[in-house]
């Protein structure tokens, strides 16, 4: 069998393609041809079909897997059309231990009609401008999608929307639901709402790329989201109208209330300082209470802020406190301690701005002044604080 792969394999990157078919077609044709030689080949099972066996030695699954993927296949009584299944994805360019991967997900891929389910797709999804490694990506997560005929419609759907098959394939990573969901009756439902709510494909690609789930939940749930994000102050249609309704995806009413209560006590911010916050940094509802509270207690008692400002300045609770918060402004406070910049100077600024421009503006500018701020600097970057930065 492993020879036979290997044939089909060379033949297909071999044959050359005539002027008048395209490479892909002359694939599948060579693919086709290969597959019919396939079909019966002698038997290595002399005393009856061992579908266990098979697994193993043909598909390279471990004895457990074979084990668990057999209770599937028992119908099975010889390797003929698994010979072909194995054949198709050798020809596609899966390596072994993806094509072991697609089988011990689904075991009755080893059934699939070649001919009549797996080439058809193939051919659709190149016709959609898919590479042929790219398919074998898809294949590797769609698992069972694949060998429904609907995965061709349903790819020409989403390619558009994404705007591009790599942005879709992040999202099939995190959700293969979105093969496997409705079209018409769910995923469709939702772009419409999500476009109505003002997002363009793009917003929309960018929103699902990181929760898959906005497309594959029941529409009226979806509804129930986009009313949240609304009531935090970001009205459809606004720049931060797709950041907040990511915040509040697939959080229950009673969760948002108890983190704005959260962080009206813990903060000691009024109601208005909450939803100033919250129009500016929506996703604070998504980020861990004692983050939030580390990240606030360092910013009021070492570096002197007030509760007030930050709720003015809440995108600064985005930043880790080890990586950015502490070296930052450690070096922001011994700047003006030392009268090398304004007292004035804003810390929401500086902790906003890239890495290389706040060494541009901050560290190097006081090379003579300050020999030793980049050193320090970078040993609070490690989680160090050098003495230079320990004020009383």
């Keep these: 069998m492993l020879h036979l792969r290997q044939r089909i394999v060379s033949h297909i990157i071999s044959s050359p393609a005539t002027s008048s078919v395209s490479p892909a077609t002359s694939a599948v044709s060579s693919l086709r041809r290969l597959l019919s030689a396939a079909a019966a080949p002698v038997s290595p099972y002399p005393s009856g079909f061992a579908i266990e066996d098979y697994l193993v030695d043909s598909c390279g699954l471990t004895r457990s897997q074979a084990i668990k993927a057999a209770t599937k296949l028992s119908h099975l009584k010889s390797p003929t059309k698994p010979n072909a299944v194995l054949a198709f994805l050798s020809g596609l360019g899966l390596s072994g231990a993806d094509a072991a991967a697609v089988i011990a997900k689904d075991p009755l891929f080893l059934c699939a009609g070649v001919e009549t389910t797996l080439v058809p797709v193939v051919d659709g999804l190149e016709g959609l401008g898919l590479s042929r490694p790219g398919i074998a990506r898809l294949m590797s997560l769609a698992y069972i999608n694949f060998r429904c005929r609907s995965i061709v419609s349903k790819m020409q759907y989403y390619l558009p929307l994404f705007g591009s ?165 450690y070096v922001l406070k011994f700047l003006k301690e030392n009268g090398l910049v304004d007292r004035d100077l804003s810390f929401s600024s500086a902790l906003s701005i890239q890495e290389k421009y706040f060494m541009e503006k901050y560290i190097r500018p006081h090379n003579e002044a300050a020999p030793h701020l980049a050193d320090d600097y970078a040993a609070a970057c490690r989680g160090e604080v050098p003495a230079s930065f320990i004020f009383t």
């Excluded at 079209?183 to 419409?192: G, Q, R, Y």
């Design 165 to 329: 098959f790599d942005n879709f394939f992040r999202a099939l990573q995190r959700s293969s639901y979105l093969l496997s969901s409705d079209l018409d009756k769910v995923i469709n439902p939702n772009v419409v709402f999500l476009r109505e709510c003002g997002l363009d494909d793009c917003d929309i690609a960018k929103l699902c790329i990181r929760v898959p789930r906005m497309l594959t939940t029941n529409p009226e749930r979806v509804r129930a989201m986009g009313a949240y994000a609304e009531r935090l102050g970001m009205p459809r249609g606004s720049g931060m109208y797709r950041i907040a309704l990511h915040a509040v995806s697939f959080l229950s009413e009673e969760k948002i209330t108890a983190k704005v209560d959260y962080l009206k006590k813990t903060f000691s911010w009024s109601d208005a300082e909450v939803v100033m916050a919250l129009s500016k940094a929506p996703m604070l509802l998504k980020r861990s209470k004692d983050i939030l509270r580390r990240r606030f207690e360092f910013l009021v008692s070492e570096v002197g802020l007030e509760p007030a400002y930050i709720a003015h300045r809440p995108v600064m609770l985005y930043y880790s406190l080890e990586d950015r918060l502490m070296p930052r402004c």
